[in-house]
């Protein structure tokens, strides 16, 4: 199993091999949101049965700098197969597929670019908007007493301005924003939790009236560097809801600027 994740991650993400381009892992509860996995997990997860399939394969690449993940349908907590196909070992980049199998259902698969992260990159250029997120002695604190399994293993503070739902009123925009921290005794953050962390916020559309479960039908998420402090301010924000279909995007920065980015397709209820 393997070290490149935090202690509670890594018992819950971490794949083992079982065959040529075959591993396996058990799904937590822990990461549960509304009785189904978190998509961010699942995506988390995929992204561990690509990393180690490449490094079998001959990668020299030891980072998921880039994965995209298509749900079609809820896994339970337990055991699953993670079955991959290397697509390409490069030089700069190499590239796997990785499908979730359980009970003999396909449940979700990805497509994933292994690359190198530095630190400190040398930037060229930065285009991601800064943002203003409150002080965190004056944001909303989780997990409260109905919080989902979720929050039991992420921090996560979020700004009062952004949270009116959490007391059961609505705003006129679809944007959530907020401080997170792993909670899992390694406080340490690197490319595999950030693709975790792309989906960990409450979905934006809370303030805007709707209620329950938002599953996610496709993630993809991009890890720039590793980031360099424990606390990481988020937001995330609706593009476009259209028939109950919402363009999701995620900015996820440290103290130093932008290290993970993240857009989603799901599915919202109102």
């Not at 406080?187 to 409450?202: E, Q, T």
Request: charged letters at 20%; one cysteine or more.
């Amino acid at each position: 199993m393997s070290e490149y994740l935090t202690p509670q991650l890594r018992l819950a993400g971490g794949v083992d091999p079982v065959g040529p381009n075959l591993y396996s892992a058990e799904l937590s509860a822990m990461f549960n949101v509304v009785e189904h996995p978190n998509g961010g997990y699942l995506h988390a997860v995929l992204a561990s049965g690509a990393l180690a399939a490449g490094v079998d394969a001959g990668a020299k690449q030891l980072d998921v700098t880039g994965i995209t993940t298509n749900y079609m349908v809820a896994p339970k907590p337990g055991p699953v197969e993670i079955h991959t196909t290397v697509r390409k070992i490069g030089r700069s980049a190499s590239f796997v597929h990785a499908e979730m199998h359980q009970d003999g259902v396909v449940n979700c698969e990805a497509l994933a670019t292994l690359g190198f992260l530095e630190d400190s990159p040398k930037i060229r250029y930065e285009g991601a908007a800064a943002f203003e997120v409150a002080p965190r002695d004056q944001c909303v604190r989780a997990p409260m007493p109905d919080a989902p399994n979720l929050l039991r293993v992420v921090d996560v503070e979020l700004d009062p301005a952004y949270s009116k739902w959490w007391h059961g009123e609505t705003t006129d925009w679809a944007e959530v924003r907020g401080w997170i921290r792993l909670a899992d005794g390694d406080m340490n953050w690197n490319a595999w939790s950030l693709h975790f962390a792309s989906d960990v916020m409450p979905p934006s559309v809370f303030p805007i009236g709707s209620s329950g479960w938002v599953p996610t039908l496709q993630l993809t998420s991009y890890v720039r560097r590793k980031p360099q402090s424990e606390w990481l301010k988020v937001r995330q924000w609706s593009q476009v809801i259209a028939d109950n279909v919402i363009d999701e995007r995620c900015d996820i920065f440290d103290d130093e600027g932008l290290v993970a980015t993240a857009s989603q397709l799901a599915i919202a209820r109102f």
